[in-house]
């Protein structure tokens, strides 16, 4: 077969193990020959959708380059265009890329992990700084509208407050939590804090700028300089910040990220040559099954309650409250 692979969005480390599975299996197994459409959905983050004949155009050079099927390795964003041309007739199979890990039907995606320990290393970092200048540091880490980075790394880096996108914090209580540890003798905190976490007392995430790119999206960004205002208004202490940003999303993948994104580039050529399209390679309890597109991109997979009381558990109860927000 024909076989042609593209990424969109965000870039996302493990993208290199995917192509490289699914190019090996494929000559070597199958036979397959491939073509790769450099900036595939482009990493700008277009939306042929919102084109007139955009989703027309892409078959159109599916067909002019003889692709018999097509491999969409994605987020949300690009699965769902993925969807919208497995509607018209492509065989496409896609997937799940990204490091926010928001999407349904897979228990991760690839990039997630590697972003984890990015951000826990920065966050044991500025641990020994932060107790060394008695100071409270708010660390700001990806997380549009999940916050599965912000808790996986604060629960792997001991943060003493987590802020995510699901739960709208009350910045007093954070504040009252913070002064609480310092009467108990510990002069210093750590907050970790998603991009898009919301303070239940204004209007939505704060944003770097309100233009939205072609999927509707605004660019976030900006939470840890305003929270630390906050903070520092309300409890007196000296107050920094971290942003780590792109950080998290370059570089070179961890080892589970590698293991996973071979998987899945060999999941999805297996699927390709099954014949199951408008499906994503998904893992669920450590095996790479396949799931309807639609059914993966539906709605973004935000944190669940367990993960919430995996956070909850480490705490004494009356801090519960100030995480809650
Ligand atoms: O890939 C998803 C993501 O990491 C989001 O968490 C973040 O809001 C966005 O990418 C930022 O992307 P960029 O600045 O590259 O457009």
Known sequence: MKIGIL????DCPGLNAVIRAAV???????????????????TSRTNPAKRP?????????????GADALIA????????????????????????KTIDNDLAGTDFTFGFDTAVNVVTEAIDRVHT??????????VEVMGRDAGWIAIYS???????????????????????????????????????VAEGA?????????????????????RLGGIANTLALELEKRTGFETRTVVLGHIQRGGSPTAFDRVLATRYGLGAIDMVHRGEFGK????????????????????????????????FGILEDEEKEAVAG
């Open 53 to 65: 004949d955009g989703l027309d155009t892409c078959i159109a050079t599916l067909k002019k380059n």
């Open 73 to 96: 390795i994605g987020g949300d964003d690009t699965l769902s265009v993925a969807t919208k041309l497995f509607d018209k007739g492509v065989r496409v199979v896609g997937v799940p």
């Open 129 to 138: 700084t932060a107790e060394a200048h008695n100071r409270v540091m708010v």
């Open 198 to 218: 919301k303070f239940a007392s204004k209007n939505g995430p704060v944003m770097q700028s309100g233009e939205t790119d072609e999927f509707g999206h605004a």
């Open 280 to 311: 994503m390679a998904a893992l669920r309890a450590n095996k790479i099954i396949s799931i309807p597109l639609a059914e993966a991109t539906a709605k973004n997979r935000t944190v669940d309650q367990e993960m919430m009381n995996a956070a």
């Open 7 to 10: 990424t969109g969005g965000g």
């Open 154 to 192: 604060g629960i792997a880096g001991g943060a003493d407050v987590i802020l995510i996108p699901e739960q709208p914090f009350d910045v007093d209580k954070v504040a009252a939590k913070i002064r609480r540890r310092h009467e108990r003798g510990r002069y210093f905190s750590i907050v970790v």
């Open 24 to 42: 090996r299996k494929g000559t070597f197994h199958f036979n397959d020959q491939f073509i790769g459409f450099l900036e595939g959905l482009r």
